[in-house]
Structure formats: C-alpha cells, structure tokens
C-alpha cells in the first residue's frame, strides 16, 4: 500500500511464567498516516505476533481501557496519534503499576482504592423513585460536572510521583470522585469522606506535582480536587471541634 | 530502566493471583520532562527553610540593639549573604508561579460552607493584584515612605 | 508516632499552606528589600536604621507579622523537605524524616515565638 | 480440578442492563448473593459508549405514556410486542428518576427539574441527557453506586464459555478467568444474560472490540431461540473508516445532513421522514443516506464514500454546552473541528435489535435462564429501535429480570454440583486445547475480516436476496474453517489470543443466524430493507422469526407478535 509508511515499535513484554522481567521486542510495521498508535498494537497483535497482549474496547477514548506509556508518556493509545511521533515508539505498560503481562497491568489495587473513597450517594433518607426527581440547579451542576468526566484510564496514578513511592495514597482519580460526591448537592456523605480524606493516604500525601492534570485526557483535573478537598477536609476537621454533633449528618 | 516504584505501589491488599512485574516510577522521573520543574519546586523548600531562620536572626538582632543590628546588615553585603539572598528571591518567585499563580486559583472549591467562590477566570488577576498590592506596601514601609 | 503524625496532618497541610502563602506573598518583598537592597545600599538614609527598625517591629502588627513570616515558611519548609525526601527516596525513610522535619518546625516556633516576645 | 464458587444470582455481563440487575436483586432480597461475570472491568462496558441519551415520558410534562408507547411501536414498525412497550414506558420514568437519585449528572433545566431533547422518531423531547455522555455517566453512576453492596461479588475479565444446564435447567456458567487462564464454574440458581449486542460481526461499526455477541452465542449453543436477528440497525452518523459514533443527540439539537451539493436532502427530497427532517427514525435516515451515496451526490474520502453532518450554525457555545463530545471526537478521529466544519460521516452498524427471545419477564424458554440488554429480544424494539430507547430498555428490563430470576431462584434447586462440575471440566479442557494450538493454518484475523466483509455485503443497510444467499454460504463455510484455526499463544497468564478465538466462534454463530433470517424475511421492514421485496408484508411476515441451534445448520420458527392497542398501519412521519 502506498500511503503506508513503515514505524518501528518498541514493546514491554512480560510473561510471568517465562520472563523473570519485562524485556522489549522490536517490530517494524507498515502503518498508516492516520493510525492511533493502538491500531499499529492491534495490527502486530492480528498480522504479526498474536502472543502480544494488551487491553482495549471502545476505541473512542471513553472507556479507559488502553492507557499505556508511549515514549514515557501516559497516553490514551487509542486517542495518541502516531504522525506526532517520530520513526520509532516506545510502548510499555503504565507506570506506578504491577504488571500482569505485556501491557495489562494490575487493576485490582485501583479498585480498592475507588472503593474507599465511597462513590455513591449518601443519604440520610432516601427519596422513593414516586417522589420524583431532585431538584439541582445548572449551577450545582456545574460544581461537580467537570470531575465526574473521570474514565477510570489510570493515566494520573501513572504520572504521579506520589502514587509509585506512597504505596497507601488514594490517588488523583479516587480523590476526584470521592470530591465529585462531597460536590454534588444531593449527597450528605461528605463528612464521612473527609474522614477517608484525612487518614494517611489521604489527600494531603498529594505534593502539588499537578502530573495528573498534565496527563489526564478528559480534562478532569484532578490535582484542582485533590486540592480542593485538602480545603475542605481541613474545614469540616476544624468545625468538627466547635461542634462534634455536625459530624454526623 | 526506570527508578522501581515502591514494591506496593498500586498492588491490592491481597496480592494478585499471579506473578507481577514490580512497578516502576515514571521513566522520566525525577529528572527529566516536567518533573525538573516539580524537583525544583521541591527542592525550594531549602529556602523556605533558611531564610525562616534568617529572619529569625533579623528579630534576635533587633532584640539585641543597635550594634547587633548594624553588625547583621554588614554581614548581609557579604557576597555569600547575597548570593544566597539572590538565589532565594528567584526561588520564591519560582515557587510563587508554580503554586500562587498556577496552583492556587483552581484549589478553591466552588463553595466554602455559604460563601461562593468567584468565578475561576477572575481568581488569577485577583492574585496578581493582591500580590502586587502586598508587595507594594511592603517596599513603601521598608523605604520608609509609610508610616 | 507515625498514627500522631497521621493525625495531626490537617493541621500540618494548614500551615503548609499557609507557609505557601506567606512565602509566595510576602516573602519575595522582604527578602528583596531586607536581605539586598538594604545591604547595598539602595534604600534611603535611615529607612531602615535600627530605631525605625525596631519601632516597625515592636508594634503589635509588627510582632505578629515577623512571627509569621518565621514561622509558617518553616512548617512549610518542614512539610515539603519531608516529600520531597519521599521523592527522592521512596517512603522507607518517611519513619524518621517526617518526626524530625516536623519536631525541628515545633522548636523553631518555639524559638520565634520567645524571640518576637523579647523585642 | 476446576474450582468452583456459588452464589444465588449469576450476571454475566457488567454493563448497564447487567449492574441494574445485581443491584436490583441485592435490594429486593437482603440476603441473596449475586456474581457480576464480566469479561472486562464493568466501567469498560460499551453502555459506557453511549451518547444521545434515554427516553423516558417525563412525569407532569405534556407527554404521555401512550405517546411514548405509539412512538416506539411504530418506530419498530409494528414487530414490537405492545404488553412489553406497555410495561417498559411505564417504568422508564421510575428507572430514569432513581438514577438520579443515585448521583447521575443528567442536564438540567434552569428551575433544576431534568431537561430533556428531542431525539429521531419521538413526537415529544422526552430525550434525558447528560450532555452528550449519557452511556458514560449512567455506566458509571451504576458502577459506583453497585460498589455499595458487598454482596455483588464481581469477577471481572472472567470470560464466560458455557452455561451450565442440569435437569433442563441452568444452573451456572463455566469461565474463563485471564488473570489465571482457568476455567473456573460459578454455579447459580439462575442465569442473567446481559453481555450486549455482535456490532463486532460487522467492519463498521460504533461497537467496542468487546461487543462480539457472547451471551447471544451462549444461549443458542444451549437451544434458546435467537429473536429477530435479522434486524441490525445502521447508526446514520458514524465516522467513515473508525465507524466511531456520532450521536443522535446532534441532530436533536439541530444538526443537519447535507450532501455534496451542500443540499440538506431530508427536506428538499421524499425520503418518508416528512417534517421530521433529520429527526426522523435511523433506519430511514440511513437509507436516505446511502440512496444520496448511490445518486452520486456522496463525498469521496479515504474510506468510500460519505456525506456531511453540519453543526456549524449552532454555534460554538450550544456545541460545547451540549455537545462537546461531538467535538472532541470529530476532532480527535476525524481531524474537523465541527464548530467551523462539517462532520463526514456515513451509516454505520450499531445495534442489534435482535437476540436471546425472552417474554416481558426476561425469561428465556430454558428454564434458569434470563436475559436483558441489547443482548436480549424482549421484543421492545422490534424491527427498528428508536434512538434513545435502548439505554432506558437496560434498566427497566435489568431490573426486571433480576426480580423474575430471583422469584425462579427461590423456588428451584442448586442443582447437581458434581454433574455441574463434570461439565466445568470437559469445558476447562476443551479451552486448554485451543491454548496455542497449533492444528491448521488459518488466522483469527483473516476469518474475522471474511465474515465481516460477508455480512457487510450481504446484510448491510440494503440487502438482496442473491447476496444473502452468498453471505450465508460464506458464513457457513468461515466457520468450517474456524475450525482450524492456529494459535500462537500457549501461555496461560492473560492471553488474549485464546480470548479473541473464542470471540470469534460467536461472532461466527450469532452472524449465521443474522444472515439466515435476513434471507428468510422476505419483505422489507423497520430496519431489514430487502430490495427484492421492498414493501412490508404483514400478510405473511408480520411475526418474529426465532433461529434455533441444530447440529445440521439453523432452523427457523415463526413466533407472533402480540399487539393490543396499535395495529399496524403505513410508518410514515
């Protein structure tokens, strides 16, 4: 094929039952000039080399699924185009994690983390569905709209220092959603939170590195959560000393 | 290779049912990329640190009386006082960009208890102009123009 | 310690912050004027001799001011010396950096507070 | 030994329909444990694709219930079954409202009730939104709000290979775990079916890699009839090349559709959808579509040929309010920022209305076995299903599949556990011998690519008897060769190879029986526009048509279609 140009891909693989660690495997591929760098994984993974293993679905940057370094970067693999690289990409798996083979990292330490930070609606009465609706104005829409945007891509806990050398820490995407929530006009949790927010691990481990920001490909920037939920875990601490009773709500 | 992130690092509390490869910290962490800048922003701390206890030396010779206080002005003109006092003045300002300027308007919440936030376009200038207001009516009291 | 430490870190990231904001504020101003301009010279006769010195700096506001501008850039200090020792060197070492940054912060109140009071 | 675990309730499937139904059976009974099997994280789920947004009458508005039950029937032109469109308009409001309550961000109006948008085929906006994220915040407001029970025990990147049947009833699954590559039995007193649709069958499609058309597959291989297959709905705005979606929901907020001569020709020509304009159903808005393509007033581009969605006048702030998605795809994947350009686009496969029969209750005719989702045929959508229907559909029929297996679960036994777990067994070692086998030469890719380019040929937006013939012949003949399919891979940690081979063996089924009852539905209906009969029939088609599972090839069953309140009449808007 004519437009078709050739790249050289250079690839972590681990296999746990061979490797003892993560080696590189080189491939020089025909790609086209408006692939993704996740279609040159998928054409090595069909044409080339079917032990390859990586993660992908949607391949329309909303299901968080492909995150991986590229040249050192965290990136959406499916949304990374390869004209902006040069005749060489390096692709690894994400960075601050366990890696279980090739590319696909370990997840389950994310989701406990994401448990933790209890990303549901407390309430202390719930409303029947009957009853209708909860008002909530565009404005207190708008205050938590923007950190709810998070997919779950793992991109900001493979970019942020903190994460690879505190092993406790929350992290940039449990932080954002546990604030979404203390944000949203209809939940009463926030103080429960704060609690999660203020134990070791906390928010307060962040050391402004803003990395999460940088890298996040939804713009959810969770360094401004993480941040704001230093404030506010310090408020609720502060006035649960004037009145103990505010606490429980 | 890069720097291994601590061996925990995003692992589950009960570890995985295979064999992992150990996490690692991001290949250009810390020296390269946008991580100099966060070093450097970190490693600022150092002038936080001194210059705390130079101005404590400031009120301990204030205490002590006129000679003591004309004695710390003349060791300040030595050329390592003000080789220190010059890189610490860039350090502030570096760490004021990074975390007064950049940092600092999008950590307000949208509302402390009753009070709103003002709309995150208007928070920069407003930090500029209280930094350069804090600024100005310190220059006016040390030049002795006020009070 | 570690738990005590773990609690008190709202209290530490506040002054943290506030380091921050004195430090970013206020501190570019003094060090400027105090530390260099003063020494060489630049400021007019007597502006900073030491009765009118010492008569900005006994007054309440003054005190206080001087107080501040010690103290919360220390803890601030303390606190960010501590990650980025993390940085540097992983958590393992947290145990013993993170007591001594912030017993060093304590005693350096300490010390400010009993030298802003002796003015 | 294969190992096993039990629970009350087993899910295959994590994505919308699935999360609605392990939490509406944690709820009902305090003491029920459900398994939530899915083949990847469930927040991966392509429910979290979605866009445009879910229809539900919303309550003290204007709108009725009945209106919204006309729409949808005629929308599916008359194949609906009218006691489950009954029952679904119903519930949406509830389901819709107790979302809400669960945190999800839906659009608002300036008094802070729900806002709402017009959407293709709906007389009245009854469209909620979430911007243009809809799938994505519903996705994961279900997630998160799911992460509350303990007693959901989810096994994610469990892929599931069998239902496990003993006494004629189901009573578990075999799968495939990829951490470990062992195939693991989760046994259950019921079985929930909630995987989604095969959009992977076709080359393009607004699809996930994901959507392979597993628990269609499953539940044929067990003797449920598949319902309604022939009916594969084309999406008209997709991106050429990627097939990425564009939504609806742009168009309801007034997009045009214009061709080569910038004419918008849903207005100046006779394509049936009247006033509706770009507002009409998506079956004929893509036949309108590929008739412009044909009439040589189609774009030429790198991928064939396509026309242009034009959002330019509705100016950068509605855009970004409303669709700021569309933006970012259109920009990311097609390289045209929509504020100042058209958007190619071209109609793309994206649902299937069609899959596992099931009745209003979401049962199956196998006992234990349930189903919702796109991954069913509840028969809400019949022939076509109206934009916006679907995401509402995963909810109301999660829930109530979860309640019906629940009721089902009470009264009937655990089941054999050592004939369960013999099966379990032979499944583990027919798995371990497809691990890097090496019989055959044949690639997973190039029979993917020969049954995709078949059912595109054969089953695309128009489809003719001849190339339906060839398709089904095609098919037949891919999946003779699967058989001999090659595999590299023989490691037993997450490989994806072995999980790709088995993807395909259902794509392979669940496309066989596509093309088989498109060849029969001699007529041409909803979604099915056959240009050898290009009228509806109701004389002699007015059915479902059901494809069962034979060892000899598919067969074929009418079923009827049950109708009350609306019959059938010319579907014009």
Not at chain 2, 56 to 71: I, M, T, Y
Not at chain 4, 170 to 186: I, Q, S
Not at chain 4, 220 to 237: C, I, N, S, W
Request: charged fraction near 20%.
């Amino acid at each position: 094929m004519s437009d078709r140009q050739k790249k050289t891909f250079v690839i972590t693989r681990f296999d746990p039952d061979k490797d003892e660690v993560p080696k590189t495997q080189t491939y020089e591929i025909p790609v086209r000039p408006d692939w993704k760098v996740l279609d040159a994984l998928n054409f090595i993974k069909d044409e080339v080399d079917g032990t390859l293993s990586h993660r992908w679905s949607c391949r329309m940057a909303v299901c968080g699924s492909c995150g991986m370094m590229v040249n050192g970067e965290p990136k959406l693999t499916c949304k990374t185009a390869l004209s902006d690289y040069g005749d060489t990409v390096e692709v690894g798996p994400l960075s601050n994690f366990p890696v279980i083979r090739d590319l696909v990292v370990e997840l389950e330490g994310f989701m406990e983390k994401f448990k933790a930070v209890k990303p549901w609606i407390l309430r202390a009465k719930e409303k029947a569905p009957e009853e209708g609706v909860y008002r909530q104005s565009p404005a207190e829409l708008e205050a938590f709209k923007q950190f709810s945007m998070c997919i779950n891509c793992m991109l900001c806990y493979a970019a942020c220092p903190v994460v690879g050398n505190e092993p406790d820490y929350l992290g940039p995407a449990a932080i954002a959603l546990g604030h979404r929530y203390n944000l949203d006009s209809r939940d009463e949790g926030d103080a429960e939170r704060n609690q999660v927010f203020r134990e070791e691990g906390g928010v307060y481990s962040c050391s402004y590195a803003n990395e999460c920001s940088e890298v996040c490909p939804k713009n959810v920037d969770p360094a401004a959560a993480i941040n704001q939920a230093k404030f506010l875990a310090v408020v609720d601490w502060a006035k649960s000393f004037v009145s103990p009773r505010s606490r429980k709500k | 290779m890069a720097r291994l992130a601590d061996p925990r690092a995003m692992s589950p509390s009960r570890p995985g049912r295979t064999r992992t490869a150990p996490p690692v910290m991001p290949p250009l962490f810390p020296a390269r990329g946008r991580y100099r800048s966060y070093m450097l922003f970190g490693a600022c701390c150092v002038f936080f640190l001194l210059s705390s206890l130079l101005f404590l030396r400031v009120v301990d010779a204030l205490a002590a009386g006129p000679e003591a206080w004309d004695d710390l002005l003349r060791q300040f003109r030595h050329p390592l006082y003000l080789a220190y006092n010059v890189a610490a003045l860039a350090g502030f300002v570096f760490t004021a960009r990074r975390f007064f300027f950049q940092l600092f308007a999008k950590s307000q919440p949208p509302r402390i208890g009753p009070l709103p936030r003002p709309p995150l376009a208007v928070l920069p200038p407003l930090l500029g102009a209280a930094w350069v207001a804090a600024t100005a009516l310190i220059f006016c009291i040390l030049w002795g123009a006020f009070p | 310690m570690k738990h005590l430490i773990a609690r008190l870190e709202p209290v530490i990231w506040a002054l943290f912050g506030g380091g921050f904001f004195v430090g970013c504020l206020l501190m570019p101003a003094f060090i400027f004027m105090l530390c260099i301009a003063a020494p060489l010279g630049w400021l007019p006769e007597g502006a900073l001799s030491y009765e009118r010195a010492h008569a900005l700096a006994a007054n309440p506001i003054g005190r206080l001011a001087l107080f501040v501008l010690i103290v919360l850039p220390f803890w601030n200090g303390a606190n960010h010396l501590r990650h980025f020792v993390i940085d540097l060197r992983g958590i393992r070492s947290d145990g013993v950096v993170a007591p001594a940054c912030y017993a060093a912060a304590l005693v350096v109140t300490g010390i400010a507070a009993v030298a802003v009071g002796k003015l | 030994m294969v190992e096993v675990v039990r629970h009350d309730i087993v899910i295959v499937g994590g994505g919308g329909a699935g999360i609605r139904a392990a939490i509406a059976a944690v709820e009902a009974d305090p003491k029920v444990t459900v398994a939530l099997v899915s083949k990847v994280y469930p927040m991966r789920s392509h429910t979290v694709s979605a866009e445009g947004g879910a229809a539900a009458v919303v309550p003290g508005s204007d709108d009725s219930l009945d209106k919204h039950a006309y729409d949808t029937v005629k929308g599916s032109d008359f194949l609906a079954d009218q006691d489950v469109v009954d029952y679904f308009v119903e519930q949406a409001p509830l389901e819709l409202t107790r979302l809400e309550h669960w945190g999800c961000p839906w659009s608002r109006n300036d008094d802070g009730s729900v806002a709402t948008r017009p959407f293709g085929g709906m007389q009245i906006p009854r469209t909620w939104y979430a911007a243009d994220k809809v799938g994505f915040h519903m996705l994961h407001t279900l997630f998160q709000h799911c992460m509350r029970f303990d007693r959901i025990v989810r096994y994610d990147e469990y892929f599931v290979t069998k239902l496990l049947v003993d006494g004629g009833a189901v009573k578990g699954v075999a799968a495939l775990d990829m951490r470990e590559g062992k195939t693991r039995v989760v046994l259950g007193r019921a079985v929930i079916l909630a995987t989604g649709g095969a959009g992977k069958c076709f080359p393009f499609t607004t699809n996930g890699t994901i959507k392979t058309g597993d628990g269609m597959a499953l539940a044929y291989r067990a003797g449920v009839g598949l319902k309604d297959m022939e009916f594969v709905q084309y999406h008209p705005t997709g991106l050429p090349g990627t097939g990425i979606l564009i939504t609806e929901a742009s168009r309801g907020e007034g997009g045009y559709l214009i061709n080569s001569e910038g004419e918008r020709f849903l207005v100046t020509r006779d394509y049936g959808v009247g006033q509706k304009a770009e507002l009409g159903p998506r079956d004929m808005i893509s036949r309108a579509i590929m008739q412009e393509i044909s009439a040589g007033r189609g774009i030429k581009g790198a991928y064939g040929e396509h026309v242009q969605l034009d959002l330019r006048h509705l100016g950068e702030a509605k855009i970004m309010k409303r669709l700021p998605f569309v933006r970012e795809l259109s920009k990311t994947y097609a390289g045209v920022d929509p504020v100042h350009q058209p958007i190619p686009i071209r109609p793309v496969v994206h649902y299937m209305m069609g899959g596992v029969d099931t009745n209003v209750t979401g049962a199956t005719d196998l006992p234990g076995l349930y189903a919702a989702g796109e991954c069913a045929s509840v028969s809400l959508n019949g022939a076509n299903r109206l934009g916006s229907n679907s995401l509402t559909e995963c909810l109301v029929f999660g829930a109530r599949a979860a309640i019906e297996a629940l009721k089902y679960a009470r009264g009937t036994s655990e089941g054999n556990e050592t004939a369960l777990r013999r099966q379990g067994e032979e499944e583990m070692a027919r798995i371990d011998a497809l691990r890097g086998r090496k019989k055959g030469g044949e690639r997973i890719s190039q029979i993917r690519r020969e049954m995709n380019l078949a059912m595109e040929r054969g089953c695309g937006v128009y489809r003719d008897q001849a190339s339906m013939q060839q398709t089904v012949a095609e098919v037949a003949q891919l999946k003779g060769r699967y058989a001999d399919l090659a595999l590299e891979d023989s490691s037993k940690v997450f490989n994806t190879e072995i999980l790709t081979a088995l993807e395909l063996g259902n794509m392979l089924d669940v496309a066989e029986t596509i093309a088989v009852a498109a060849l029969a539905r001699q007529e041409s209906r909803g979604a099915h526009a056959c240009r050898d009969y290009p009228t509806r029939n109701d004389q002699k088609f007015l059915h479902h048509l059901l494809v069962f599972f034979t060892p000899a090839g598919p067969r074929l069953e009418k079923k009827a279609v049950t109708i009350t309140r609306f019959q059938p009449e010319e579907r014009k808007y």
